[in-house]
């Protein structure tokens, strides 16, 4: 299994980044994917979810602002993030909820069961 994210980088407040995660040696369009991050000194946060469905959550700091989408004939799943702030600075990884994926339904999604985990990528946003 295979989580392997890009696109992490340095922006000005305001701007634009999309990162990517590529899935590889499971079942990516059967299970849950989610990105999460952290920041130094704070707890992981989950950012934003879409389940099997297409169905997507977002946490309510990024509401708005970002978009997560997948592209299972890719096995690939993105972050769009617009209007960016400094308090977006974080590392940024990708998970995934491997089926049958109960409690990525559920309003707490960001407790479900998520084996897998990327190495993560920088997003940093300056002022």
């Known amino acids: 299994v295979q989580l392997v994210e890009s696109g992490g980088g340095s922006v000005q407040t305001g701007g634009s980044l999309r990162i990517s995660c590529a899935a590889s040696?499971?079942?990516?369009?059967?299970?849950?994917m989610a990105w999460f991050r952290q920041a130094p000194g704070k707890e992981r946060e989950g950012v934003a979810v879409?389940?099997?469905?297409?169905?997507?959550t977002y946490a309510d700091s990024v509401k708005g602002r970002f978009t997560i989408s997948r592209d299972n004939a890719k096995n690939t799943l993105y972050l769009q993030m617009n209007t960016l702030k400094p308090e977006d600075t974080a590392m940024y990884y990708c998970?995934?909820?491997?089926?049958?994926?109960?409690?990525?339904?559920?309003?707490?999604?960001?407790?479900?069961?998520?084996?897998?985990w990327g190495q993560g990528t920088q997003v940093t946003v300056s002022s």
């Open positions: 998970a995934a909820d491997p089926p049958p994926s109960v409690d990525c339904y559920s309003d707490s999604w960001w407790v479900a069961d998520f084996d897998y």
């Open positions: 040696g499971f079942r990516y369009g059967s299970a849950c």
């Open positions: 879409i389940r099997r469905s297409g169905t997507t």
